[in-house]
Nanobody, 126 residues
Framework: QVQLVESGGGLVQAGGSLRLSCAAS????????MGWFRQAPGKEREFVAA????????KYVDSVKGRFTISRDSAKNTVSLQMNSLKPDDTAIYYC???????????????????WGQGTQVTVSS
């Protein structure tokens, strides 16, 4: 069982930065592929970034490549999303998610993720 709690959201001007953190509890966190997803008002939830169990493989949606960085600290049971050069289109609720530890593929589909946090709001003003 994995429980996830996000933090770090807030209001920022376009061009600014935010760092989201996801604190995980559960014995198997270090064995779980982790991801970030977001949902903007009136839109479906979409994949943002994912990181492999070892942290050596990362994936990003094209719209955030070069601006966002996902990382994990297994010793602290945290996964982070550093967001730079934020744009108004990045405004959304951001969710941390984890795959079942038995799965190893770093996937981008939300259907592959079994555990979800409650979300944290990110608002980027123009």
């Amino acid at each position: 069982q994995v429980q996830l709690v996000e933090s770090g959201g807030g209001l920022v001007q376009a061009g600014g930065s935010l760092r989201l953190s996801c604190a995980a509890s559960g014995r198997t966190f270090s064995s779980a592929v982790m991801g970030w997803f977001r949902q903007a008002p009136g839109k479906e939830r979409e994949f943002v970034a994912a990181i492999s169990k070892s942290g050596t493989v990362t994936k990003y949606v094209d719209s955030v490549k070069g601006r966002f960085t996902i990382s994990r600290d297994s010793a602290k049971n945290t996964v982070s999303l550093q967001m730079n050069s934020l744009k108004p289109d990045d405004t959304a609720i951001y969710y941390c998610a984890a795959r079942e530890p038995s799965y190893s593929a770093t996937t981008t589909s939300e259907r592959d993720y079994s555990y979800w946090g409650q979300g944290t709001q990110v608002t980027v003003s123009s």
